[in-house]
T-cell receptor, first 118, second 113 residues
Framework: EAEVAQSPRYKITEKSQAVAFWCDPISGHATLYWYRQILGQGPELLVQFQDESVVDDSQLPKDRFSAERLKGVDSTLKIQPAELGDSAMYLC????????????????FGPGTRLTVL | GDSVTQMEGPVTLSEEAFLTINCTYTATGYPSLFWYVQYPGEGLQLLLKATKADDKGSNKGFEATYRKETTSFHLEKGSVQVSDSAVYFCALSSSSNTGKLIFGQGTTLQVKP
């Protein structure tokens, strides 16, 4: 069964350092999402791509966060410099073209990257 | 804007007990509704979904009915097992129709043998 791949699974860094996370969506999924999940809360969307174009990055802290999906396949999320408040789980998800069955926009999630900033 | 509110946890039950986790939503239009489950250290897995009023989503013994009149999508299971212990998230697809999901804060379920 196809899955969303993410790496690394865990990352520990010191504040002011740069970190990068990678996501490979399910093959053929045009839409890719990056969510941030703070401990004890639900995920919140950081950025959404349709192929290689950004659809929504309204909640992305653009002074320190950047995201790219250059060839419309895999994606990288970067934080520079990292701050203590960035400690969280970073989840990547993808959905089929056109929202999938019935336009449900069912999303398939990867295992996440747990970031700890010291 | 769109939002989802879940009952606070943790919810602690004995094995074979009946489970209800309440979820209500605020949205313009008619969003699709979802329940996701997250096991420790893992990502989210879709548990069930519903697309329109009175639809019932079901999977693995869990059920939820899309109630437009009460703007609710409560999760139920008749007999829980220890393996059901996890965090459960209610979510809706935003009115913007971009596929963005709005999640509730999550409800932790602990099932004791």
């Amino acid at each position: 069964e196809a899955e969303v791949a993410q790496s690394p699974r865990y990352k520990i860094t010191e504040k002011s350092q740069a970190v990068a996370f990678w996501c490979d969506p399910i093959s053929g999924h045009a839409t890719l999402y990056w969510y941030r999940q703070i401990l004890g809360q639900g995920p919140e969307l950081l950025v959404q791509f349709q192929d290689e174009s950004v659809v929504d990055d309204s909640q992305l802290p653009k002074d320190r966060f950047s995201a790219e999906r250059l060839k419309g396949v895999d994606s990288t999320l970067k934080i520079q410099p990292a701050e203590l408040g960035d400690s969280a789980m970073y989840l990547c998800a993808s959905s089929p073209p056109g929202g999938g069955t019935g336009g449900l926009y069912e999303q398939f999630f990867g295992p996440g990257t747990r970031l700890t900033v010291l | 804007g769109d939002s989802v509110t879940q009952m606070e946890g943790p919810v602690t039950l004995s094995e074979e007990a009946f489970l209800t986790i309440n979820c209500t939503y605020t949205a313009t239009g008619y969003p699709s509704l979802f329940w996701y489950v997250q096991y420790p250290g893992e990502g989210l897995q879709l548990l069930l979904k519903a697309t329109k009023a009175d639809d019932k989503g079901s999977n693995k013994g869990f059920e939820a009915t899309y109630r437009k009149e009460t703007t609710s999508f409560h999760l139920e299971k008749g007999s829980v097992q220890v393996s059901d212990s996890a965090v459960y998230f209610c979510a809706l697809s935003s009115s913007s129709n971009t596929g963005k999901l709005i999640f509730g804060q999550g409800t932790t379920l602990q099932v004791k043998p």
